[in-house]
């Protein structure tokens, strides 16, 4: 051994064996990680009591490579020296390096090179084995996926994606001893891997974190919610009573409240991602923050829902009469032959590389992923920029060959001018989701500066929630990864604690605080309870007390403390005026208060029964 590795082995802790078809093993103070000559895990000693944790029978592949059409690529050479982790196939190549951290909690693996792996979606790189007791694994970086169970795998799908901006990906193990034990040793995760987190004024430290997870639960650890809409600011506070009468903690506003207007109901349109209903906040931000205060000093939160990084058509800053250069695209190239302001057909020369979008017909998520350029076919592809002029390209003709054209164009679309422009002026195509909006692209700047200015609202407001609705905009280059990116761009540009989810109920990976076990029953997921506020319509009658009873009896059933008192359809808030004509709204808020202080008292073996009577019967005439 030399004196670099064992410097190495007393600085890191761990012990390094390699060779060229020798078995390579990790030593951490909790298990020993050992890998076949082959190059699968061999074994996985827990070292406290000898135990075994891997199921010898059918290890799994280890680390191997995956490409569309062939069978895994197996990486059949692990050699370990200091702390790296050198993964070869039989012939040397490709080979992928790790850079190994090992704390005494925990074993982190981070990619620090990838060799002659094709810069392609074609290829991807996958680890896995096969646990008779699980271990625990966590994915460190958003182009990271890790799944944990008895085949824990994680999943690196867009190695082709190489930008500097981005990590190639990273992965830490762990064998908790208990549920405090398991989120110390996550909140050393957070901390010794520098992953995302928000803005604090002194120095990130476990001791940081952990006043950070105590302050975010003491404001979120109650999430019991009303729904508010309303179309003035008086209305909005003469809302707040009956929030208060509920017991309810937050109070919501839906994006028809407090961004707003005819045409801002739910995507944004020709309104700032993070702008402002003006009709119910006259003043803009300094009306929504005194809101937020209003409802700070009665113990509340202001929490908004949110439409992830849209940009709208008419966008004032990012689209106007200038679209921003970093608006997703599908492929850049030039025109060849000038044309003036009423010309209909383009021709065009694509940059090297560039394909034509296509979609793909009863394709599942998975393949809209891996047969690039295939869109989802809520993603649309028919407008084009040149110079400043944003063009609805009617058909795409000639894609075989050299020179494209784009026929039945709709000039001067949005804001923008249709103008002359000359041979050679760049052309960019531009991506939408359901035609309604224009996004950042994943590896630009207006990425990030899109996630600060709406943090900063958020910041400048004090709201204390983001809500990713639509975070499938983000993923026009495959699956998640886009999405999550932005989601930690956000969540390093706050200062208070949020909460936060997509439209599914799952938040990102990178709020941290959701990771622990002293924040599980704060998570929304689709058992929250309902209190449903509705005067009679044409569709169904007026709500009453057993729509209350059954909502927040599925709440408390499966031991979820949230609860939301809103309108049972879009949009979701209720407004003052049906609050006053209803009849039971005394009832309906007093059986939600009810509800919420018996939930704290129930036994799991009192939820259990309750879980066995939530069943539909069989309708016997069906």
């Known amino acids: 051994m030399t004196l670099r590795s064992l410097f190495a082995e007393l600085l890191l802790g761990v012990f390094i064996a390699s060779a060229a078809h020798a078995s390579a093993t990790l030593t951490s103070p909790r298990f020993v990680l050992k890998f076949s000559s082959e190059g699968q895990v061999a074994s996985l000693i827990k070292r406290d009591d000898g135990s075994e944790l891997l199921n010898l029978s059918n290890p799994g592949l280890g680390l191997y490579l995956k490409t569309r059409d062939t069978a895994p690529i197996r990486f059949t050479k692990i050699a370990v020296e200091a702390n790296r982790l050198v993964a070869a196939t039989e012939a040397g190549y490709p080979r992928v390096t790790f850079r190994i951290s090992d704390a005494d909690r925990y074993l982190a693996f981070h990619i620090e090179r990838v060799e002659a792996v094709p810069n392609s979606s074609d290829y991807s790189l996958h680890f896995e084995m096969n646990l008779s007791t699980p271990l625990r694994v966590i994915e460190l970086d958003y182009m990271t996926e890790a799944n944990m169970g008895a085949n824990l795998r994680v999943d690196w799908r867009h190695l082709w994606n190489r930008d500097p901006s981005n990590p190639l990906g990273g992965f830490a193990l762990y064998y908790p001893e208990s549920e405090q034990d398991e989120d110390d040793t996550l909140l050393r995760i957070w901390v010794g891997e520098k992953l995302p987190h928000p803005q604090v004024s002194g120095e990130w430290n476990t001791v940081e974190a952990q006043q950070w997870v105590d302050r975010w639960l003491e404001m979120h650890g109650d999430q019991s919610r009303f729904w508010i809409h309303a179309r003035d600011e008086k209305e909005l506070y003469d809302a707040v ?37 003006k009709k119910v906040f006259p003043k803009g931000e300094e009306d929504l923050r005194a809101f937020a205060d209003h409802l700070c000093q009665r113990n509340l939160n202001l929490k908004l829902h949110w439409i992830s990084g849209s940009i709208g058509f008419k966008d004032p800053k990012y689209v106007g009469t200038r679209p921003n250069p970093h608006l997703a695209s599908w492929g850049r190239g030039t025109v060849i032959k000038g044309f003036d302001s009423q010309a209909r057909t383009i021709l065009f020369r ?29 993603f649309d592809f028919e407008w084009v920029v040149v110079g400043d002029e944003i063009i609805h390209v009617g058909s795409f003709e000639d894609t075989d060959k050299p020179v494209w054209r784009l026929t039945n164009c709709r000039r001067g679309e949005f804001k923008t001018k249709a103008v002359a422009h000359d041979e050679a002026a760049p052309l960019r195509g531009l991506i939408s989701a359901y035609k309604a909006v224009f996004m950042p692209e994943n590896d630009s700047p207006l990425l990030e500066e899109v996630a600060a200015e709406y943090a900063g609202m958020l910041n400048r407001c004090g709201v204390s ?4 609705d639509g ?11 886009g999405f999550r990116k932005f989601a930690s761009l956000v969540y390093q540009h706050l200062d208070h604690p949020v909460t936060t989810y997509t439209s599914s109920g799952s938040p990102p990976p990178c709020n941290f605080e959701y990771r622990l076990n002293a924040t599980k029953h704060t998570w929304p997921g689709r058992d929250k309870g309902i209190v449903p506020v509705l005067l009679d319509e044409s569709y169904r ?33 209720v407004n003052v005026r049906a609050l006053r004509v209803h009849g039971l709204t005394e009832e309906l808020l007093k059986t939600a208060r009810n509800w919420k202080e018996v939930n704290g008292l129930l036994s799991a073996d009192q939820r259990e029964r309750m879980r066995k009577t939530l069943y539909f019967a069989p309708d016997p005439c069906a």
């Open 541 to 573: 009658p007026a709500s009453n007390l057993l729509d209350a009873h059954w909502g927040l009896s599925q709440m408390s059933a499966h031991g979820s403390s949230i609860y939301n008192i809103m309108k049972p359809d879009p949009m979701f808030g």
């Open 465 to 468: 929630h983001v809500e990713f």
């Open 241 to 277: 009573p009956y929030a208060e009468k509920a017991g309810t903690r937050d109070i919501y506003l839906f994006t028809d409240v407090w961004r707003g207007g005819d045409t801002e109901r739910f995507w944004n349109v020709k309104q700032m991602n993070w702008g402002i209903n």
């Open 471 to 481: 975070a499938e905009i983000h993923t026009y280059n495959g699956r998640m990864w």
């Open 350 to 378: 694509p940059d090297p590389g560039v394909q034509m979008p296509f979609r793909l017909p009863n394709a599942t998520w998975e393949q809209h992923y891996t047969h690039p350029p295939a869109l989802h076919p809520w």
